[in-house]
Structures are given as C-alpha cells and as structure tokens.
C-alpha cells in the first residue's frame, strides 16, 4: 500500500453533507458514509481533523433576515449547529471504531472539550480523531475561516475541502457536460478571480501559513484515501504560480 504524502489533514465539510439534498437535519445514511471515508485515512497513520458547518441546522446571516433575531445572534445559533454536527460525527466514528474528541471554541462542557492547542495535539498524536464545533467561537467569520485557523494552530499538512464536486471545473460540471477539471490552482487565482472554492478570508489565511487546499468530493469511496496517499483526485490550491 501507498504511504500517506500527508501525515495530519484536516477535512472541511458542510452541514449540508449530513442531511439529504434539499432537506434540512442529519441523515444517519450520509454520516455513516463520512466516517467510513475518514476510517480509511485512520487506518493509514494519517492524524485527521474534522470542522463540519451548521448549515443543516441553521444559517445565521439568512435566519435574522426572516425574523426580529439580531445577525450576532443567529451567529452564535449556527455555531451551536455545529456543535450538534460534531456531536453525530463523532458517535458515528465510535461506532466503527475509530476513536474522537470534540472540541468546541465556545464551551459547551457538558458535551465536549473546550479547545486548547494543546490538548488537541496530543489527542491527534494518540491516534483520535479531532472534531473542532463552533468555528472560531465569533459571529460574522464562517467555518471556512475556522477551519484555516485551525490547520495554522495544530500544524496541519493540508486543508481536504469536501465539496459536492470532485474538485474545480472550468464550468458547472452538473450542467455543462464539456466542464474540465483543473487540476492545479494557485492562492492568488482563486483569491483574485474570486473562485467560489472557500471563504476567500480562509484562502488568504492558508496561503500566509503555507497550507495547500485540495477541492473534493468526498461523498466518492476512497477519494479522501486517495487525496492522502497523493494521488490526483480533486484540484489542488497551493503557492505555485501556474
């Protein structure tokens, strides 16, 4: 077998991965499909990170538009979203077998850890996966940048974002059936063409801490295997000027 080209990743997924398309909760389908894909990476050595978005339970910035709630609030609302999406992913992965902590950035301690560094590090060095809820534990900075924040602080060797697609695309692949992959993009392309890759403040947060980004889909068998052992799946987003 391959040895892994990544020895920590961290993987970026929506909420919207959780639950079926167009509805709205956790489908226990869908997250058992995850933790078998994370499984795979596990089994390799491989340290991995989970930051999972809120967006299945509640979106913010679109709940204080419909009702009197202020946007700050519906914030923090999102943020405890992701904590009940951590929460599932992590049963899920005990289930299998694969070992987790939950670490929140604003405390929930009845449920889960607060984050310290630290402790995550050694976590990830124990071989469990770490499940990082609430984004940065501010309002107004998306998952996006939570994510990227945390590759910086534990030192993580890339940034797997899961998408709906396997990677970047010339065109909308769904629709336009000559769509072509790209396979290789840099951190200034994406941030001066404003490629709808990632929040483009968690693109600019990668490249100053020289962290690549590969764009996939994880909902493929074996893609995040494949993206761990460096094989070309998805689009890569590093410091090369192409």
């Not at 050595?45 to 989970?50: A, F, N, S």
């Not at 560094?117 to 940065?136: C, D, N, P, S, Y």
């Not at 692949?173 to 001066?192: G, H, Q």
């Amino acid at each position: 077998m391959t040895a892994p080209k990544y020895k920590r990743v961290l993987l970026k997924i929506s909420g919207e991965a959780l639950c079926k398309p167009g509805t709205g909760g956790i489908d226990g389908g869908r997250l058992r499909r995850l933790a078998d894909e994370v499984k795979l990476v596990v089994e390799l050595g491989v340290q991995v990170c989970v930051v999972v978005g809120g967006g299945n339970i509640v979106r913010g910035t679109a709940i204080a538009k419909d009702s009197p709630i202020e946007e700050s609030t519906g914030h923090y609302m999102g943020m405890i979203g992701t904590v009940i999406n951590a929460l599932a992913v992590q049963d899920t992965l005990e289930s299998i077998g694969v070992p987790t902590r939950v670490q929140s950035a604003i405390a929930v301690d009845r449920v889960c850890e607060k984050f310290i560094r630290r402790r995550a590090l050694r976590h990830l060095e124990k071989g469990r996966v770490v499940i990082f809820a609430a984004g940065t534990g501010n309002p107004f900075v998306t998952t996006d940048t939570g994510a990227a924040l945390r590759c910086a602080e534990i030192g993580a060797d890339v940034l797997l974002k899961a998408t709906k697609v396997n990677g970047v695309y010339t065109a909308d692949p769904v629709t336009d059936p000559n769509a072509k992959r790209i396979e290789r993009l840099s951190f200034n392309e994406v941030i001066d063409k404003r490629l709808k890759v990632m929040d483009l403040s968690a693109v600019d947060l990668c490249q100053r801490n020289r962290v690549p980004i590969i764009v996939l889909d994880v909902n493929q068998p074996g893609n995040m295997r494949d993206v761990v052992q460096g094989k070309n799946v998805g689009t890569l987003i590093d410091g090369s000027e192409s």
